[in-house]
């Protein structure tokens, strides 16, 4: 057969499939958006996916990603290198496991909510999928801790896992403003659960970078007081032999 022949059999059941498909388009666009919702209303099972789209994004965003990088900050003081390594396969399977909830609640929305990306919880969402994506290929392409490269990486792997953070908790904050214009339903009380965690997670976040001192200083000050050096030096020399004395 020659190749004209072969071009219009392929061109032909394609073209054929694409008039098929411009009702089902012109319907798509006829769809309401998100901005357009309060016109509508929300039917029951609309609503149980866009709750169980809210609750996957939560269980990645709000509480498995923020648990695995505190886990992955205990290593900071660790020497034991067999509790090194617990630690760390902790902190990839939690994240591998985040990854997977948010890449489920992103199918959901392709598959069951409008895309067309007018609103900022859709376009903070699209940049979040993207920029998380990034992160989880650059933690398979870790390089080993003795490259020259590890530092670059290194600085990379934090900075882009600062901005998914970022992004993630936003976008539960816009998903909840999104939730209650198209629902009219009250969200306040979720609004301040997440606060709370969040600044909660903040909390333990910076103790961990003091704990290391705190526990130090309780160590110092358990064993005895701790005299300022201008009270030290007020006290006799031959009292301080015979301090020194006793506790030998």
């Known amino acids: 057969m020659p190749s004209s022949h072969k071009l219009v059999a392929v061109a032909l059941p394609v073209g054929l499939n694409i008039l098929n498909l411009r009702p089902s388009i012109a319907s798509l666009q006829e769809h309401p958006t998100m901005d357009s919702s309060s016109r509508y209303k929300v039917t029951r099972e609309l609503s149980f996916e866009i709750k169980l789209h809210g609750f996957l994004l939560w269980a990645s965003v709000g509480l498995l990603m923020p648990a695995a990088i505190l886990v992955k900050r205990m290593t900071n003081r660790e020497e034991s290198g067999k509790r090194l390594r617990i630690i760390f396969y902790i902190h990839a399977i939690t994240q591998v496991v985040s990854v997977l909830l948010a890449s489920a609640a992103a199918v959901m929305?392709?598959?069951?909510?409008?895309?067309?990306?007018?609103?900022?919880?859709?376009?903070?969402?699209?940049?979040?999928?993207?920029?998380?994506?990034?992160?989880?290929?650059?933690?398979?392409?870790?390089?080993?801790?003795?490259?020259?490269?590890?530092?670059?990486?290194?600085?990379?792997?934090?900075?882009?896992?600062?901005?998914?953070?970022?992004?993630?908790?936003?976008?539960?904050?816009?998903?909840?403003?999104?939730?209650?214009?198209?629902?009219?339903?009250?969200?306040?009380?979720?609004?301040?659960?997440?606060?709370?965690?969040?600044?909660?997670?903040?909390?333990?976040y910076l103790l961990q970078e003091k704990w290391h001192y705190i526990r130090k200083q309780g160590a110092i000050l358990g064993n005895k007081p701790v005299l300022p050096t201008s009270d030290r030096e007020m006290i006799p020399t031959s009292q301080q032999k015979e301090t020194t004395s006793e506790h030998c």
């Open 109 to 204: 929305s392709l598959k069951y909510f409008d895309n067309s990306f007018n609103n900022d919880h859709q376009r903070i969402g699209l940049a979040f999928y993207v920029i998380m994506w990034l992160q989880a290929l650059a933690g398979i392409c870790r390089p080993h801790r003795r490259s020259k490269s590890r530092n670059i990486w290194f600085i990379f792997h934090w900075l882009v896992g600062i901005i998914v953070s970022l992004l993630g908790v936003i976008n539960i904050y816009t998903g909840l403003e999104a939730y209650h214009k198209r629902s009219s339903k009250n969200v306040r009380i979720w609004t301040i659960l997440f606060t709370i965690q969040v600044s909660l997670t903040l909390f333990v």
